[in-house]
T-cell receptor, first 115, second 111 residues
């Protein structure tokens, strides 16, 4: 059963702590993405990776870090430097065709609450 | 800066009617436009993609139009059902791996 898994679904942390969100896909997709979604706002791109061992900053990368050591995995670390970390985090993957990356497949999301 | 606008107000329609959602954009020349459905607390699900050289795309009860002159896409759901109630997002892409998403329009189909 192919898809993207994110864990955990809900995550609670104290302010000042780093936290890592998991994202795994078995779709054999090359590209993976992390988005953040806040109420009333669209999805905002944090980081994306086109291939293993390579990733680029998105529009709101400050306070976040990622790694892409395996094709299947793209974990996101929310560091203490992120000023407003409470949000719904979505991981996605896609496979490029003809130089374009088309439909994205999203995971179920992780809702992070920092107090 | 690049901007996508979707009607932030919820759209309520009667079951059986056609729902029409709008996506407008500025300062962007997308190669393609996508529509996604998102249910509360869940990740978006891809519905349709339309390329810049296509005027219209259909899939079952769904229809998307793309007018690059008006910089607008319309998303239609015909014979709407209560199960169609969700938030619908549009996303623009060009010759890169990056997408720009709109804020979404919440649709409620009343039985």
């Amino acid at each position: 059963d192919g898809g993207i898994t994110q864990s955990p679904k809900y995550l609670f942390r104290k302010e000042g702590q780093n936290v890592t969100l998991s994202c795994e896909q078995n779709l054999n997709h090359d590209a993976m993405y992390w988005y953040r979604q806040d109420p009333g706002q669209g999805l905002r791109l944090i980081y994306y990776s086109q291939i293993v061992n390579d990733f680029q900053k998105g529009d709101i990368a400050e306070g976040y870090s990622v790694s892409r050591e395996k094709k299947e995995s793209f974990p996101l670390t929310v560091t203490s430097a992120q000023k407003n970390p409470t949000a719904f985090y979505l991981c996605a993957s896609s496979t490029p065709r003809g130089g374009y990356s088309y439909e994205q497949y999203f995971g179920p999301g992780t809702r992070l609450t920092v107090t | 800066s690049q901007k996508i606008e979707q009607n932030s107000e919820a759209l309520n329609i009667q079951e059986g009617k056609t729902a029409t959602l709008t996506c407008n954009y500025t300062n962007y020349s997308p190669a393609y436009l996508q529509w996604y459905r998102q249910d509360p607390g869940r990740g978006p699900v891809f519905l349709l993609l339309i390329r810049e050289n296509e005027k219209e795309k259909r899939k079952e009860r769904l229809k998307v139009t793309f007018d690059t002159t008006l910089k607008q896409s319309l998303f239609h759901i015909t014979a709407s059902q209560p199960a169609d109630s969700a938030t619908y997002l549009c996303a623009l892409g060009s010759g890169t791996y990056k997408y720009i998403f709109g804020t979404g329009t919440r649709l409620k189909v009343l039985a």
